[in-house]
């Protein structure tokens, strides 16, 4: 995959991808997000955190994904990425069949594209600061743009832990979990997503439109 570094291109090989999930680092957050889920039919983790593998065809550089039904949605998570050695962070939607979730969240991760940002910055230039991060999501709906998902990295288990944690290694990517949800989780037909660094004054943005296909039974 080619992703930027400012102007410059960087060609990142990904060979493995990981889907970190329950990887808030407030015990009250991640209970709230087991319901959230729960009141959708999903089983409560084995453990926290736990770390899914999807195929690596699953990362998508889109504005416009293809999904089955009505009942998927995505949600903002940091992206790690790690080439030649250097670790790179960006930012990616972990869209997910809902439905799906209810029976198997392995199976509901590997159902839906992952769309990821095109820029990424060096994980080493914002280790020092990575809780001042800010995640934030928009949704559309009915025609007009709602917050969806806001928050700093600091509600989300330190990076370099879920690295450790993990067999997050090189060319591999990652997805390292994400924020609970404004109101309840729901699907929408477009997504804004953003990773605001306040200390650097600088944004990624990931920007995309969902088009539902029909089930036919």
Sequence with gaps: ???????????????QVIVAGWTGRDKDAVDHHIQELAELGIAPPSQTPLFYRVSE????????????????????????LQSDGEVWLGLASDHTDRELEAISVAASKQACPKPVSNQLWRFKDVADHLDDLILRCQIEEGGEWGLYQEGPLARILPLSSLIEKSEFSNNSAMLCGTLSAIGSIRPARSYRMELFDPRLRRTIRLEYKVEELPIIV
């Design 57 to 80: 065809n699953c990362l998508v550089q889109t504005s416009h994904i293809q999904v089955l039904g009505k009942a998927t949605s995505g949600e903002a998570e940091p992206l790690l």
């Design 1 to 15: 995959m080619q992703f930027f570094h400012g102007d410059t291109p960087l060609d990142c090989p990904v060979e």
